[in-house]
């Protein structure tokens, strides 16, 4: 053990009581941050988590119509000099839906970071039960690709039906719960929809809960061909459900299938932008407001480091005239800052997982953008190297200028003062 | 009374033409007037003088806790006056021990550690050649049960017997003793001096003490009085 270390320990109990407190700070800075962190960020992991089980990382639907300045650029020879015309996204037109959704799904599946590609068709409805009528949206889908892109599969809860009699009944249907609610329709009853003038009889299959109400309201899941027959959509899509193997390359991958393929693309970032800035909003805000916990510890070390000196100063004009440089003084007090900053994040990081556990632990009932009965935390390595790095940055800064003042004394002057 | 110089005695630390101002605007103070001063290694060399005259002053400067104003100082033939802090620092660890009116002893450590405290700084020796060399010491203070005490459990007398040993500890070429027993009894001031003056000669290193007593003066080898700022014999 370093001679500055054994010197900055037994300074350590010096001032004890004001040295707890700010240990305590810390302690108390460092967890709290931690807490905060995983909670925020866990409702916005969980919120991922829907919306990516919902509606895919990537999703292609509206045709991009080339304008005139982008065919005379597409029009050029080989060999011919080459110019690319970019038009302004916001200008360009789009036609409605995919028009060869087969190709585009095979063209998508060749993309190295594509897991799974749905091909969905879209139309409006009114359902209606023996009990009442409602609004709804048919999708029509293959099950088995779109349990690729979604968590379709999770969503069917127990005791509300199953998959294999959906797949196993052509006139099945997969209906969201608060449809059903509304309709009272339960497995195994039977329903009309009604899409224009068209109107035929199906059968619950299951019912699916993704806890987004505006999407267990509105959703009806059918069979892609019996979809098309129903909204009289007998070629083409209305988008494409595309899922992911790395969920945060969305955004580069959504750019590159546009520019290839042509149609508007987007990603679950762009689609969600607004939810997750507000997370994100939330989780700075909520970081900002525990760092004065840390920042008011800081203060009340650098106050005790203060004190430690002007109380020190005999012992640092000793140790000064027995050899021991300024740096060795300085040492000394940013040791004693470095062994509460230690201390203070260890104990942080227990008091955090600690209670980071307990409010996993908590029974909460959240419906609207998601659905959870209880709180929602992510347990992050990042959030304790933040918390250590924001704790190091204001324990250290509160050390250094105590310990600059400690060694820029002169051991002369402070002896004489003693003697006189 | 003093005994008569040893004239082939080696010059363990010399000063020329010593100034110092202390203060500022009106309040500044010429405190030394052109000290100059030598002591040698194996004898006791007291300066006395009235309060204020310059005596600590003087022996702060030849410590190299203080820089003059004009002149200069020698240890052990190196001129050090001019040096840079971080010289005058490692020249005070291997070549300068001092013992203070008030004793300085860090509190939260044993007398052990006390004395241990100059050797860790040099680094010379292993941490059981430390332990050895101050249990030694403090044996030689008469201090040798009481290693492991803190130095609040200490009395005034035997914290500062602790502190020459700490002073020896790196078996400076020169002890600088700023009135070592002005804090203590007739007793206790006889005990401290003997012990610092025979364990200074034994292990021949020069010794330069500051005191108001008389009696301590009289039983060095050399007494150099001050007034106003100079030496005056």
């Known amino acids: ?420 | 009374m003093s005994a008569p110089i040893q004239a082939g005695a080696k010059v363990a630390l010399r000063c020329e033409g010593l100034h110092r101002y202390l203060g500022q605007g009106e309040g500044r103070v010429h405190v030394l007037r052109g000290v100059s001063f030598e002591a040698r290694s194996g004898q006791v060399t007291a300066i006395v003088g009235p309060s204020g005259c310059g005596k600590s002053t003087t022996l702060y400067l030849l410590g190299l806790l203080d820089q003059p104003d004009g002149g200069s100082i020698w240890i052990r033939d190196q001129l050090m006056s001019n040096s840079s802090d971080l010289d005058r620092t490692a020249a005070r660890c291997e070549h300068i021990g001092f013992v203070f009116q008030f004793h300085f002893l860090m509190q939260e450590f044993s007398a052990l550690d006390n004395v241990m405290m100059p050797m860790r700084k040099l680094g010379r020796l292993t941490e059981e050649a430390m332990v050895a060399r101050a249990q030694s010491l403090l044996k030689d203070v008469g201090l040798g049960e009481k290693g492991h005490r803190l130095a609040t459990q200490l009395s005034g007398g035997e914290q500062q017997r602790v502190a020459v040993a700490r002073a020896l500890a790196n078996q400076p070429a020169i002890i600088l003793a700023d009135e070592p027993t002005g804090n203590l009894d007739v007793k206790n001031s006889g005990l401290v001096f003997d012990l610092l003056t025979r364990l200074a000669k034994e292990n021949g290193q020069a010794v330069v003490l500051v005191t108001h007593n008389p009696d301590i003066a009289n039983r060095c080898d050399e007494i150099r009085p001050m007034r106003d700022g100079e030496f005056v014999k």
């Open chain 1, 1 to 420: 053990m370093s001679t500055n270390l054994r010197i900055a320990l037994r300074f350590l109990t010096a001032r004890k009581r004001s040295m707890l407190m700010s240990l305590a700070g810390i302690i108390f800075g460092v967890g709290f941050f931690i807490v905060t962190q995983a909670q925020t960020s866990g409702f916005e992991q969980f919120f991922i988590r829907t919306i990516l089980g919902t509606n895919g990382a990537i999703r292609i639907e509206d045709k991009i119509q080339d304008t005139i300045f982008a065919m005379a650029a597409a029009g050029h020879d080989a060999g011919a000099s080459k110019f690319e015309v970019r038009v302004d996204r916001s200008a360009r037109k789009y036609i409605e839906g995919v028009e060869d959704p087969a190709l585009l799904a095979e063209a998508l599946r060749k993309f190295r970071n594509v897991a799974g590609v749905s091909t969905v068709v879209e139309g409006s409805v009114i359902a209606d039960s023996s009990f009442k009528n409602d609004s709804a949206k048919v999708y029509g889908i293959n099950l088995d690709d779109h349990l690729v892109v979604s968590d379709l599969a999770a969503q069917v809860q127990r005791g509300s039906g199953s998959l294999e009699d959906f797949r196993s009944t052509p006139q099945g249907v997969l209906l969201g719960k608060v449809l059903a609610d509304r309709l009272q329709l339960v497995v195994g009853d039977s329903f009309t929809l009604q899409a224009g003038t068209e109107q035929r009889r199906y059968r619950v299959s299951a019912i699916y809960s993704t806890g987004v109400s505006d999407i267990d309201k509105v959703r009806i899941y059918l069979h892609l061909g019996e979809a098309r027959s129903l909204l009289k959509k007998t070629a083409g899509a209305s988008f494409i459900q595309v899922a992911l193997f790395d969920r945060d390359r969305a955004p580069q991958d959504a750019v590159q299938m546009e520019e290839v393929l042509r149609h508007s693309t987007k990603s679950w970032q762009e689609r969600e932008e607004s939810w997750l800035q507000a997370f994100k909003a939330l989780q700075i805000s909520a970081a900002l407001t525990v760092s004065t916990i840390i920042l008011i510890s800081g203060l009340g070390m650098f106050n005790t480091l203060a004190m430690i000196v002007i109380e020190k100063t005999k012992e640092i004009a000793i140790l000064r005239s027995m050899g021991y440089t300024r740096r060795d003084i300085s040492r000394i007090f940013i040791w004693l800052g470095a062994i509460v900053l230690v201390i203070g994040t260890i104990g942080g990081w227990g008091l955090g997982a600690g209670v980071t556990y307990g409010v996993s632990k908590m029974p909460i009932r959240i419906r609207g953008i998601f659905s959870a009965d209880s709180f929602q935390v992510s347990w992050n390595i990042w959030h304790y190297v933040v918390a250590t790095v924001t704790a190091a940055v204001v324990v250290m800064t509160a050390a250094v200028i105590p310990a600059r003042r400690a060694a820029r004394l002169e051991p002369g002057d402070i002896i004489r003062g003693t003697s006189q």
